[in-house]
């Protein structure tokens, strides 16, 4: 099992920045893959960063240039750097992680909000 817990949403100002931390707790060695989803309302959960196997990042290309996701192995925290928010970055941020074998699992934390108004 793999407990996530995030922290660092709120509401910030369009071109603002935020830090969103994800603590990772448990059987963490089996995590394959850490990632940032989100979920506005009326819309679907879809994926906005990853890093897989501790080095190798992926972006969506509507946060490319504006975000970064970062992992502390010494913390067991992984980051999403926000920068230049948007109104359309509105949404409910997830911290993801998934691995193991030989069944692969996948864990959700419970989410924070991020706000940019209009």
């Known amino acids: 099992q793999v407990q996530l817990v995030e922290s660092g949403g709120g509401l910030v100002q369009p071109g603002g920045s935020l830090r969103l931390s994800c603590v990772a707790s448990?059987?963490?060695?089996?995590?394959?893959?850490w990632g940032w989803y989100r979920q506005a309302p009326g819309k679907q959960r879809e994926k906005v960063a990853a890093i897989i196997s501790n080095f190798r990042t992926e972006y969506a290309d509507f946060v490319k240039d504006r975000f970064t996701i970062s992992r502390d192995n010494a913390d067991n925290t992984v980051y999403l750097d926000m920068h230049n928010l948007k109104p359309e970055d509105t949404a409910v941020y997830y911290c993801h992680g998934e691995g193991g074998a030989p069944t692969w699992y996948a864990y959700w934390g419970q989410g924070t909000q991020v706000t940019v108004p209009s």
């Open positions: 448990g059987n963490i060695f089996s995590i394959y893959a």
